[in-house]
């Protein structure tokens, strides 16, 4: 496998937060730090998945791009487990129906307004 991408699927490994990218606006991950390779990578694999040519990193292999877009996507599994996770236990103490307490979304995204308690 090409070198840089060995260098970038140990970096998913260690620092899974940084290549969040079905997240962006979320606090997961604020900042876009890796665009100049996801965004190429997810072209190629479009078109490898079309079946077009395409010269989006052509000194990868189809089967470097594969790994490492099958790297991303299990990152971007783990950040949405991380995420649903996150807004259970942010009110794992609520009643159920209750508001939450510091305001927030429930289901169906409303979004409550405690400026007038």
Known sequence: MHKGMEILIARMNSHPEEFDITFYRTELNPIRRWD???????DRCE?????QPS?????LSDDEVGEVFA??????????TQKIMNELLQYEDCQPLARPKRGG???????FDDSSQ
Request: net charge positive; hydrophobic share 55%; aromatic share 12%.
């Open 36 to 42: 100049f390779i996801l965004k190429p990578l997810m």
């Open 47 to 51: 078109a490898i998945a079309q079946g």
């Open 55 to 59: 010269f989006q990193l052509g000194f």
């Open 71 to 80: 790297k991303l996507m299990q990152v971007q599994g783990d950040a949405c």
């Open 105 to 111: 979304v429930m289901f169906g995204g409303n979004r």
